[in-house]
Structures are given as structure tokens and as C-alpha cells.
């Protein structure tokens, strides 16, 4: 019990300062609620095989919920930009594949592991989307359906709660989507396929 609160504090109180050092790329304040990373980890593949991409993984809430929810963890590829919260996340995955970078380079980062990764079953992204232009978004999200199987699922999070509001998925077919009410602040999680 205490081990979990420790735990729980050391990642709200990373957030918080790489929040207060670069809001805009950092995306909140705080982590993903257990009701919002679990709504995000209902979509994994259903072949146990298949490769999971995570974007902006950041301090492990959503990641904890994959695992939990099945996700074998050599299956596991995660892209975050800040480096603190990538090492962090090694230390607690040492089984997947955490990648320091930018999700905007995931094509060249999925193909240049040791071993190249040219399809994933799905992608769950926390991603900022809305702090970034509508083009630059449509350029990430080209990339996530190049990378995506055919029946894979694209699930993104937003703090905008009006429906069809996600950056960069014109070229998408929206499938389900819904409202966690209990996560600050209220998010919707809207689940894609090409
Ligand atoms: C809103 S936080 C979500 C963190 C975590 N998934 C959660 O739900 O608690 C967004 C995360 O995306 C990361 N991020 C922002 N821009 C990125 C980029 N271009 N490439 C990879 N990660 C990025 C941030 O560092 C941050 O960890």
C-alpha cells in the first residue's frame, strides 16, 4: 500500500515539474486516472502477437492498463519524448521496448529496432494533438495509419469533450467514443480504423 502511494506521487510529482518546464509539450498536469487508462487499454488487439505502439506513454498510467489488461510486455513499443519519464518507464517495463524520441519519427523508429517492427494492432496515444498545428497532425496521423494493420485500432485521448473533434483523423472511420468524467480534467476517448 505505501510502496503504491510512493509510486503514485513520484509520477504526479514528475508530471507536475516537466508541466511546469514545458506545458504545451507535456499536454496535463497530471497522469491519466485508472477510469481513463483503462477505457484507452479496452481496445488492444486480439491477436496476443501483434505489437502495440503507445505514444506519449509519459510516467506509465495508460502503460499499466495495457499490461493489465493483457499486453504481454515484450509486445509493448512506447515512444515518449521526455527523456526522464522514458527512463522511468524502462525501469518499470524492462520487458518492452521504451524508445526516447518523437512520435512524429515513429516510421523511422519502428523500423530501425534490431529487430524492424513494420506493422502494429494498435495504437493508443496520449498525445497532445490539440497543442499542435492541424497540419502537423495530419502528418503523425498518416504515419499511425501506414504503420496500423487493417483491423487495428487508433485510440486517442482529448480534453475537448464535442465529438469529431480529433486532430488529424479526416482520413479515419471513428468507431466508438465516449466520455471519462472521472479523470482531471474530463477527457474523450475516440477509437479509430482505417
Ligand atoms: C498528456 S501526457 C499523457 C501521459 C500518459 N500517457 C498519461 O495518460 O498519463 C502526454 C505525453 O506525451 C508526451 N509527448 C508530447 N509530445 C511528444 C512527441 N512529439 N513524441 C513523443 N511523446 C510526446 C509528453 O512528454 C507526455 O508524456
Redesign the pocket.
Known amino acids: 500500500m505505501a510502496k503504491k502511494f510512493i509510486a503514485a506521487l513520484t509520477n504526479s510529482t514528475l508530471f507536475l515539474q516537466e508541466w511546469l518546464a514545458n506545458p504545451q ?4 498536469v497530471a ?2 486516472s485508472p477510469k481513463l487508462a483503462a477505457a484507452m487499454a479496452r481496445w488492444l488487439p486480439a491477436n496476443p502477437d501483434s505489437f502495440v505502439l503507445e ?5 506509465g ?2 502503460t499499466r492498463a495495457l499490461i493489465q489488461h493483457g499486453l504481454r510486455e515484450d509486445r509493448l513499443v512506447a ?4 527523456p526522464k ?1 522514458a527512463r522511468l518507464l524502462r525501469e518499470k517495463y524492462p520487458k518492452a521496448q521504451i524508445v526516447s524520441g ?3 519519427n515513429l516510421d523511422d523508429l519502428l523500423r530501425g529496432r534490431r529487430e524492424p517492427i513494420e506493422t502494429v494492432g494498435a495504437v493508443i496515444s ?3 494533438l490539440l497543442n499542435f498545428p492541424p497540419e502537423e497532425a495530419e502528418v503523425l496521423t498518416g504515419k499511425i495509419r501506414a504503420v496500423l494493420e487493417p483491423a487495428g485500432h487508433w485510440v486517442q485521448y482529448s480534453y475537448h469533450l464535442g465529438k469529431n473533434q480529433i486532430r488529424g483523423a479526416s482520413s479515419f472511420q471513428l468507431r466508438a467514443s465516449s466520455i471519462v468524467w472521472l479523470n482531471f480534467p474530463p477527457a474523450r476517448v475516440s477509437v479509430f480504423q482505417k
Do not use: F, H, K
Not at 505514444?55 to 510516467?59: C, E, K, Q, S
Not at 515512444?79 to 521526455?82: G, K
Open positions: 509539450r507535456t499536454g496535463s497522469p491519466s505514444l506519449g506513454p509519459g510516467t498510467a495508460v515512444i515518449e519524448r521526455n519519464m518523437d512520435a512524429w496520449s498525445l497532445p
